[in-house]
C-alpha cells in the first residue's frame, strides 16, 4: 500500500536537489524507490563539508597507466613481465599542466588495475615499480606534479588482485595486505582527496542471474551482463549481504578514515547501475554514465538518510578494440586515435553541471610517459 507521507518526502528530498524522483538512468524502479530511500524525518539532508568541497571541483582528469600500457592490454592477468615498462618521457608535469588549462580542479591516478602491478614502490609485493628498469614512484610524480599546479589529488586502487596469492586464497590475510598498501598510499603522498575503488564484482557470486557470475564475466563484455538483476535493491543487497562482507568493506572504509578522515570512498558500481551506491560511500560512480535523465541523491544507510554525490566517469578515447571496451579504452594504445571532440567534452560538463555531478574524464598516457597529443589538443581547447 502507498504511504502518503513517505512518497511526499521522498519527491521533496528530491526536489530539493533539482532532480526527479526516479534515479540513475531511469535503473531504479518504484519499487526499488520505496525499499532503497525511506526518509527517517521530514528533513532534506545536505552534503556535508567534505563532499562540498568535492563538488565545487566540478571537473577532474583520471590517468590509467601501468603494465597494460605496454602490452596493448585493458585487463590482464596479473602475469605480465614488468621489465618492459619504461616511460623514457615520463612527464607528469605535462599531465598536471594540461588537466590545468582544461579546467580541471583534480586528478586521480590508477595506482593498481585488476593485474596487481603496482605504481608505487610498495613493500608488500615485488610486481611494483621496483621491477621496472627505472623503478620510478609515479605515485609520487603524479601527486607532486598535481600540487605543483594548484590540483587535488585522487586514486583508484582495485580490490581485484590478480597477482597477489591471498586474494583467491585466505580473504582475511588479503584484506590486510590491502590494509598495509592502503596506509602506504594514505600516508606516504600527502592529502588524498578521492579513493575510487573498483573490482568488486570478483567476491560477489550470489544475486547474478547469468550462470557465471560478474567476476567471471570476460573482460571484454564490457559490463554487459553484469546488470541481471530484477533492480537496484537487489543488487544493493546482494551487495550487502556478500560483496561488502568478503572485502569486509565497512573495515577498510573505517580504516581508510582513521588515516585521512577528508578522503572520500567510491565504489564503482560498473556500468551495469551507474550511480547506485557501494555501501558504505561518501560519493557515488557513474562509469560512461554521459546521458543520464536524472539522478538521486539521498540515500538510506545505516538508519539514516544521506546525501551522495555522482561521478561521471568516461575516456576521450572513443573506440575500443572490437570486442574489447569497443565504447572508448581507459588504457592507451598505439593503434588508438579515436578522441572525444571538445563539443562532446562540452556537452558531458554540461549534462554533469545539470545533475550537480563532477565529470573525470580519462586519458590514458602513451608508453612514452606523455599524453596523447590529440587528447592534449583537444583538452587545451576546452576554454576557447
Sequence with gaps: MENPRRDFLKKAALAGTGLSVLGSAEILTQKAQAKTFVP?????????????KWMAYKFGIFFHYGINTYYDKEW?????DPSQINPTELDTDQWCSVAKDAGAKYVVLVTKHHDGFCNWPTKYTDYSVNATPL???LVKRVSDSAKKYGLDFGIYYSLWDRHEKTHDKDEKAYVEFMK????ELLTNYGPICELWFDGFWK?????????????EVAANAD???RSEFADATDFIHSWRMEGAYRWQM?????????????CLVANNATTAFPGVPLHPVDLRCGEKATDQKSDQKIW???GEDKYLPLQIETTMSQKGKKGDFESGSWFWHDWDHSVASKEQVKGWLKKAEELQANLLLNCGPMGNGKLRPEDVEVLRSLKS
Aim: glycine share 8%; proline share 9%.
Design 180 to 183: 598495509n598498501q592502503l596506509r
Design 135 to 137: 623503478k620510478i614512484d
Design 300 to 302: 538510506n544507510w545505516a
Design 203 to 215: 567476491k560477489q557470486r550470489t544475486g547474478w542471474k547469468p550462470s557465471k557470475p560478474a567476476g
Design 250 to 262: 565497512d573495515h577498510l572504509y573505517d580504516f581508510i578514515k582513521s588515516i585521512q578522515p577528508n
Design 223 to 225: 559490463n554487459k551482463n
Design 40 to 52: 527517517q524525518t521530514g528533513e532534506i539532508p545536505k552534503p556535508n563539508a567534505n563532499q562540498e
Design 76 to 80: 590482464s592477468d596479473g602475469t605480465l
